[in-house]
């Protein structure tokens, strides 16, 4: 069994800030891999589902970011789960938007809600780090994650939220390079090349000309 936490604040007020991306990919998973309904318990919203032949518990805390270690670890307790089999998808200033990583064990870097579950069940979980940029002054990062995403955004939050739910799969199967090759892939998908005009092909049919 793996547990997958998304990380956020409970409400409809934060629903849509940077902070919440962690509750957006959680919900996208429980909806494309047909979870149970969320039902409230451990201070949380739980649902349960099959992913790649695992059994997944899907949670969102209700304590609010700065406690979010404490329902996690109820959880942990109760299904007598090890931090390894522990995976927590959040919000990541310290990338661009729509950069996707993945990381096993390490530091909280700062983050709140990292910080909480380090404290009550150690360091040796995954991380999937959502990246939604960084305000550029320290001063305004809280300001920053507590905003909506701006509406010239929403593409590439859309694309990546959904990316995790497609992809979840292979971190199940603890194949986080190819989950983070196909995130970039959905998030920065490659632009088509302009058609060549007339004038642009008769230029290169010179150019080989020359050439031979």
């Known amino acids: 069994m793996l547990l997958v936490v998304g990380l956020g604040n409970p409400g409809a007020k934060y629903a849509n800030n940077r902070h919440n991306i962690g509750f957006m ?3 996208d998973i429980i909806r494309r891999h047909s979870f149970s309904a969320p039902r409230a318990k451990f201070q949380s919203e739980i649902a349960e589902g099959n992913i790649a032949g695992e059994k997944i518990l899907a949670m969102k805390p209700r304590t609010y970011m700065n406690e979010s270690g404490r329902s996690v670890q109820a959880v942990m307790v109760f299904f007598k789960l090890p931090p390894e089999d522990v995976i927590v998808i959040h919000d990541e200033i310290d990338l661009a938007g729509g950069k996707v990583r993945v990381k096993r064990g390490g530091g909280h870097a700062g983050h709140n809600g990292l910080r909480s579950i380090h404290a009550r069940i150690g360091a040796n979980y995954a991380r999937v780090r959502l990246g939604v940029g960084h305000p550029g002054d320290k001063a305004k990062v809280a300001g920053h994650v507590l905003k909506d995403f701006a509406k010239s955004e929403h593409d590439w939050v859309e694309r990546m939220v959904c990316g995790v739910g497609e992809y979840f799969p292979l971190l199940v199967r603890d194949e986080d390079s190819t989950f ?8 920065n998908p490659l632009c088509p090349q302009p058609p060549r005009s007339k004038a642009s092909k008769h230029d290169a049919q010179k150019r080989e000309k020359k050439e031979d």
């Open 25 to 27: 990919a959680v919900d």
């Open 180 to 187: 983070m090759s196909k995130m970039a892939s959905v998030v």
